[in-house]
């Protein structure tokens, strides 16, 4: 069984997001302050804000539609692994944007969605607070870089090793039929 269309296109803009927004993070953060670093900054944000909206709207679908089942042949161990995955993913996908807004509040900047919407401080400007806030993000992204690989890496495993249709769930390749 496929996911429904709704769900297979919130997960690869969000995945698409990440996927600029992490190496971008990452790339920014060394560089020499300077305009374009602010701008990268601004875009970065941007990015964040988004990929939460998308969370919060997958997150609403996926309690009001009842994803497909796993493959018969999958092993109870696997489908717990999926499960908690898949859980811990939602709740870094939530809480990185939500911790960076709370870096950037606690470091006194504002962020503003697009360069049109600003959005509430959520904490009181506190330069201590915010390097600890910027710490938890970076841990935060650590982590889900690597529960990305590990979820890639097992819908390849299943879907090339154990031919079963894992990437067509998500969209990918020929529907299943039914």
């Known amino acids: 069984m496929r996911y429904s269309t709704p769900a297979i296109v919130l997960h690869w803009l969000v995945a698409l997001l990440i996927f600029v927004g992490f190496p971008l993070g990452v790339y920014m953060v060394d560089l020499p302050l300077s305009p374009d670093k602010l701008k990268l900054y601004s875009y970065h944000k941007w990015i964040g804000i988004t990929v939460f909206l998308l969370v919060a709207v997958r997150v609403s679908w996926r309690l009001m539609h009842t994803p497909p089942s ?23 996908i939530l809480a990185i944007p939500l911790s960076g807004w709370l870096m950037s509040s606690a470091k006194g900047f504002q962020t503003v969605w697009f ?22 993000h970076k841990v935060l992204n650590f982590t889900l870089l690597g529960l990305v690989i590990l979820h890639v890496g097992a819908a390849l ?22």
């Open 157 to 178: 495993k299943h879907h090339f090793i154990e031919r079963q249709p894992f990437l067509q769930r998500m969209g990918w390749g020929r529907k299943e039929r039914t």
């Open 70 to 92: 796993l493959p018969a042949g999958i092993a109870v161990w696997q489908r717990r692994a999926s499960q908690i995955v898949h859980g811990l993913l939602y709740a870094l």
């Open 115 to 136: 360069g049109v919407l600003p959005l509430p401080d959520l904490l009181e400007k506190n330069r201590e607070l915010g390097d600890l806030l910027a710490s938890v």
